[in-house]
């Protein structure tokens, strides 16, 4: 059975880092693209950032400079390296990541709260 898991979410201090992972397995094929979303207490969600198979990144406004999407293709595993928090960084997060058969895989999230 395919499998995304994610960890690292927790409890931190504004201004504080924290790193989330998400991990992949029982994917038959390439995963070209992944992703991280997020969903605020009572909001939508919204996408945070993307990264390609080749490393081409993308960040809403709002995380620029702030977050960092990376990801090791040998291991099907990115992470979403998040610096300067803030208060309204407080969400569920969520991994998403796109087989070449153009499949979506979505991980069961990982909250994330930031408050002193």
């Known amino acids: 059975q395919v499998q995304l898991v994610e960890s690292g979410g927790g409890l931190v201090q504004p201004g504080g880092s924290l790193r989330l992972s998400c991990a992949a397995s029982r994917i038959p094929f390439i995963i070209v693209t992944m992703a991280w979303y997020r969903q605020p207490p009572g909001k939508e969600h919204g996408l945070v950032a993307t990264i390609t198979y080749s490393g081409r990144t993308n960040y809403t406004d709002s995380v620029k400079g702030r977050f960092t999407i990376s990801r090791d293709n040998a291991k099907n595993t990115m992470y979403l390296q998040m610096n300067s928090l803030k208060p309204e960084d407080t969400a569920v997060y969520y991994c998403?990541?796109?087989?070449?058969?153009?499949?979506?895989?979505w991980g069961q999230g990982t909250q994330v709260t930031v408050s002193s």
């Open positions: 998403r990541v796109t087989d070449s058969r153009g499949t979506y895989y």
